[in-house]
């Protein structure tokens, strides 16, 4: 089984900063793509940013320039770096991940292989308040 688990939120005033991580753990063989989703009440959920094994970053219109997503595949690990927050930033963020594990092989599979799934965090808060 796979777990993500996410940590880092809290409650900053506007401008402030603060770090999300989100580890993936437990029978993981490659976590691949990584994103960060965030759901406020009354609102769509809206992703926030993603990387790709390689790193590459892609972000929402509405956190360009002030938020920062990378990762450590060493770790199973991904961040994301929110600066300059805003009280609209206020929400639930939610870590999704595409992670593989290795299934040994058996009659019908010579060699082990990878079974890919994906992933959801239980989510850290993050309020931006006075």
């Known amino acids: 089984q796979v777990h993500l688990v996410e940590s880092g939120g809290g409650v900053v005033h506007p401008g402030g900063s603060l770090t999300l991580s989100c580890v993936a753990s437990?029978?993981?063989?490659?976590?691949?793509?990584m994103e960060w989703h965030r759901q406020a009440p009354g609102k769509q959920r809206e992703l926030v940013a993603r990387t790709t094994r390689d790193g590459s970053p892609n972000y929402a219109d509405s956190v360009k320039g002030r938020f920062t997503v990378s990762r450590d595949n060493d770790k199973n690990t991904v961040y994301l770096q929110m600066n300059s927050l805003k009280p609209e930033d206020t929400a639930m963020y939610l870590c999704?991940?595409?992670?593989?594990?290795?299934?040994?092989?058996?009659?019908?599979?010579?060699?082990?292989?990878?079974?890919?799934?994906?992933?959801w965090g239980q989510g850290t808060r993050v309020t931006v308040s006075l």
């Open positions: 999704r991940a595409v992670v593989s594990i290795m299934i040994e092989g058996d009659q019908s599979h010579y060699s082990d292989y990878e079974q890919t799934n994906e992933y």
């Open positions: 437990g029978n993981v063989f490659r976590v691949y793509a």
